[in-house]
T-cell receptor, first 112, second 116 residues
Framework: KAGVTQTPRYLIKTRGQQVTLSCSPISGHRSVSWYQQTPGQGLQFLFEYFSETQRNKGNFPGRFSGRQFSNSRSEMNVSTLELGDSALYLC???????????FGSGTQLSVL | AQKVTQAQTEISVVEKEDVTLDCVYETRDTTYYLFWYKQPPSGELVFLIRRNSFDEQNEISGRYSWNFQKSTSSFNFTITASQVVDSAVYFCALSGSTYNNNDMRFGAGTRLTVKP
């Protein structure tokens, strides 16, 4: 069974640009969550999608948005990039709220 | 709202020492799920254990053991006879069960360094 796949692995952008990250969950998982990881900040929850609906949202500005498609694949978009958005963005999937999360390898975003 | 606190930012031990990583959580749900993850230097998060709120039995898996105490809202993780390969960042996480509370929230992590 394929794991959670995130693309691209690395991204370099400049301030003011926008970026779209992609995540393909494990087959059969309808829940996809996104996290931002920066040194010393742990994993900050961005949002979770379940069956194409945003189920939960963390405390991030509206520049961070996402969506989920009918095949459970998810995208995350960050508009008007700021230097502070430089981070590792992790996607994870699970079958249900009681289940563990399976994580992808992440997308390392650098904003210059 | 849910919250997970890992007060220990960094711990350094010498190989073969025992080490306990603390985790304290807050939730209003009566049914919830607790997790521990390991993030080695390679970066990929590795699942270690899941525990639901109705199961307070401690668990042992090899050199790893977990102590869940609802009375103190704690879910601590002990590594016995630590090894260099245990060096990693360890995250405790909580997932509630009610709407708006069922996403998984992580603590800030504890960086464990095991020296030879």
């Amino acid at each position: 069974k394929a794991g959670v796949t995130q693309t691209p692995r690395y991204l370099i952008k400049t301030r003011g640009q926008q970026v779209t990250l992609s995540c393909s969950p494990i087959s059969g998982h309808r829940s996809v969550s996104w996290y931002q990881q920066t040194p010393g900040q742990g994993l900050q929850f961005l949002f979770e999608y379940f069956s194409e609906t945003q189920r939960n949202k963390g405390n991030f500005p509206g520049r961070f948005s996402g969506r989920q498609f009918s095949n459970s694949r998810s995208e995350m978009n960050v508009s008007t990039l700021e230097l502070g958005d430089s981070a590792l963005y992790l996607c994870a999937s699970r079958r249900g709220v009681e289940e563990k999360l399976f994580f992808g390898s992440g997308t390392q975003l650098s904003v210059l | 709202a849910q919250k997970v606190t890992q007060a220990q930012t960094e711990i350094s031990v010498v190989e073969k020492e025992d080490v306990t990583l603390d985790c304290v959580y807050e939730t209003r749900d009566t049914t919830y799920y607790l997790f521990w993850y390991k993030q080695p230097p390679s970066g990929e998060l590795v699942f270690l254990i899941r525990r639901n709120s109705f199961d307070e039995q401690n668990e042992i898996s090899g050199r790893y053991s977990w102590n869940f105490q609802k009375s103190t809202s704690s879910f601590n993780f002990t590594i016995t006879a630590s090894q260099v390969v245990d060096s990693a960042v360890y995250f405790c996480a909580l997932s509630g069960s009610t709407y708006n509370n069922n996403d998984m929230r992580f603590g800030a992590g504890t960086r464990l360094t095991v020296k030879p």
